[in-house]
């Protein structure tokens, strides 16, 4: 499993996080209206481990992490979500690489990821 990920496959890997991010947060949103959303899932979540190189048997470990991060980032304010989404999205994909290390260096995730962890990476309001 290789994690030095080329700048190409890093920008589209970015641009998968964005249209994950972006579709989740829309259907949270139909869902909170009482709409039927089972058909817009668009579950890009293997899409994206594939692109960053994480083996199949890690898919489930790190399904349960990305899970927790994307739902905290999600639950964000809109006005704050769409104003930093790109930071969101970096800053997940910067956490999924370090995730993905760690599982290939280790085999399993020691410590769960938290939100205030992740928003240790890089600030948004500077």
């Given at each position: 499993?290789e ?17 994950d ?60 979500f ?45």
């Open positions: 499993m994690t030095n990920i080329e700048p190409n496959t890093k920008k589209e890997v970015i641009t998968l996080i964005l249209a991010m972006r579709n989740r947060k829309l259907v949270m949103g139909l869902d909170a209206v009482g709409l039927s959303t089972d058909e817009f899932n668009s579950n890009l979540t293997e899409l994206i481990f594939e692109k960053m190189g994480i083996a199949k048997q890690y898919e489930v470990l790190a399904g349960n992490w990305y899970e927790d991060i994307i739902f905290n980032i999600l639950n964000i304010d809109l006005n704050t769409r104003e930093h989404q790109l930071f969101f999205a970096i800053t997940l994909y910067d956490a999924l690489q370090e995730k993905s290390r760690e599982l290939q260096t280790e085999g399993m995730i020691k410590s769960k990821f938290t939100y205030l962890q992740l928003a240790g990476f890089r600030r948004f309001d500077n």
